[in-house]
Nanobody
């Protein structure tokens, strides 16, 4: 059973930066698609950034040029660097993984989820 644990969230002022981490355990081999998603109060969960097994990233238009997704295969850890944060980036950020081919930014396609880490950006 794959388990995902996020960390690195917090409260920052607009223009600030954070680095989120997602530590994965329980991998049984194979190649995984992984992504970061966020959900603000009263809104649906949305895809922020995702990475395929070959390391190619995909970003939502709203975060292009500000967020960077990366992974360290040796540590089984996924990262999301958040720069130039805006108040509208405030949300619970969760990582997800799946071995099946997925629509990278579609949360409905992912089987494994972490509990999330809160990001709050004040103006």
């Amino acid at each position: 059973q794959v388990q995902l644990v996020e960390s690195g969230g917090g409260s920052v002022q607009a223009g600030g930066s954070l680095r989120l981490s997602c530590a994965a355990t329980g991998y049984t081999g194979g190649r995984y698609y992984m992504g970061w998603f966020r959900q603000a109060p009263g809104k649906e969960r949305e895809g922020v950034a995702a990475i395929d097994p070959d390391g190619s990233p995909t970003y939502a238009d709203s975060v292009k040029g500000r967020f960077t997704i990366s992974k360290d295969n040796a540590k089984n850890t996924l990262y999301l660097q958040l720069n130039s944060l805006k108040p509208e980036d405030t949300a619970m950020y969760s990582c997800a993984a799946d071995r099946r081919r997925v629509r990278l930014l579609n949360p409905k396609d992912y089987a494994y989820w972490g509990q999330g880490t809160q990001v709050t950006v004040s103006s």
